[in-house]
């Protein structure tokens, strides 16, 4: 019998998902890739919410493969602000958080840890809060994964597919992220972080050949 007090999913908090996913063991102080979901993993159709409509970019599967031979975390970072606008629930996130799992396995890539965020200022009850220290361009999620591996947060890379993404980046203190449709290189005005143009093959090549070389293996 289900016992409404136990929740089959991986919350912290009500809108916070913190899922652990396998069991690689990390030795500290290794930078890690950090990677947005929708638009950036997966193709965005836009709050998606149906496991049948899930279709990965292939472009990013390389640089997830290279971080995992490199043996360096894919932590995926994922702002889902449909939950609290009601678009739809923590079962569906579930479901959807599965299929791209399963889809990405099937392509030999690995993710140690997924997070999401639900809060947004449009939502109601518990998960209508704005500019939540969790949700993107705020670091919350990535500084939790940080205190999670020890990772060494300077070294460590994001991938994007918005301002949001680098910006949280930046935040969290990370020197460089690159922007999934970015057309130019660009660097913050105090030159504490870089952002990268991620468009062409040579972009995603290069993207790799860094992560590489951040690399312990
Ligand atoms: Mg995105």
Not at 53 to 80: F, H, W, Y
Not at 122 to 145: C, F, Q, V, W, Y
Not at 194 to 200: D, G, I, N
């Amino acid at each position: 019998m289900a016992d409404k007090a136990v929740t089959p999913h991986p919350l912290v908090e009500p809108g916070l998902w913190v899922e652990r996913i396998g069991d690689r063991v990390f030795p500290e102080r290794l930078p890690a890739l950090f990677l947005d979901r929708d638009g950036t993993i997966n193709v965005d159709t836009g709050y998606p919410d149906d496991p049948a409509d899930i279709v990965l970019r292939p472009e990013i599967l390389p640089v997830i493969r290279t971080t995992n031979l490199a043996g360096l975390p894919a932590i995926i970072v994922s702002n889902q602000s449909g939950i609290a606008r009601g678009y739809f629930g923590w079962p569906e996130f579930a479901a959807v958080n599965a299929r791209l799992l399963a889809l990405l396995e099937a392509e030999q890539c690995r993710i140690d840890i997924v997070l999401a965020c639900a809060y947004h200022s449009s939502g109601t009850g518990e998960l209508a809060i704005g500019d939540h220290p969790m949700r993107k361009p705020n670091p919350g999620m990535l500084l939790r994964a940080r205190d999670l591996l020890g990772v060494d947060i300077g070294r460590s890379i994001i991938v994007g597919d918005k301002a949001d993404d680098m910006e949280a980046g930046r935040r969290a203190g990370l020197v460089e992220g690159w922007l999934v449709g970015g057309r130019f290189n660009k660097k913050a005005p105090d030159g504490s972080f870089t952002t990268r143009k991620l468009m062409t093959g040579n972009d995603y090549r290069r993207l790799c050949d860094v992560i590489a070389g951040l690399g312990v293996a």
